[in-house]
């Protein structure tokens, strides 16, 4: 990544927190109705950034599936995998691994390695049926 790259991340992430913070807590509470969250999880997400959980779909592409078809077929799945891929630790050892192509390196620590397990299972015998 490079230094104005680094520099936009983090003045979107600073400007994400500052917006959250200026709510007051009806709006706050309002807020994290409106996405189906509790307001301390919706606090950790901002946190992390507008790019959290961005290698999710590189994984899933990765792994043999289709991001954009598994929206439309299992949307409660893939927003439930993309809050936790969003709030996940491990994601920069995540990116660097995906980057270098190891796929199955990222499903042995992946806290969604079993539901992409369980996805691919079900595209494997859709297409077998």
């Known amino acids: 990544m490079d230094l104005m790259t680094t520099i936009w991340n983090w003045r979107s992430s600073r400007k994400a927190r500052h917006e959250l913070n200026a709510l007051d807590a009806d709006e706050l509470a309002a807020l994290a109705r409106d ?12 946190a992390r950034g507008v790019h959290a959980g961005e290698e999710m779909p590189r994984l899933l592409r990765g792994a043999g599936l289709v991001p954009e078809r598994l ?3 299992h949307p409660d799945v893939m927003r439930d995998m993309s809050i936790v ?37 079900e595209r494997c015998h859709a297409v077998s049926s």
Do not use: F, H, M
Not at 35 to 46: I, K, M, N, S
Not at 90 to 115: F, H, I, K, M
């Open 85 to 121: 891929c969003s709030g996940c630790a491990t994601a920069s050892r995540c990116r660097r691994d995906l980057d270098r192509g190891w796929v199955p390196v990222v499903q042995r620590y992946c806290p969604n390695a079993e539901t992409i397990k369980a996805l691919r299972a």
């Open 35 to 46: 996405v189906g969250l509790p307001l301390e999880q919706l606090a950790r997400l901002t």
């Open 71 to 73: 929206e439309r077929t």
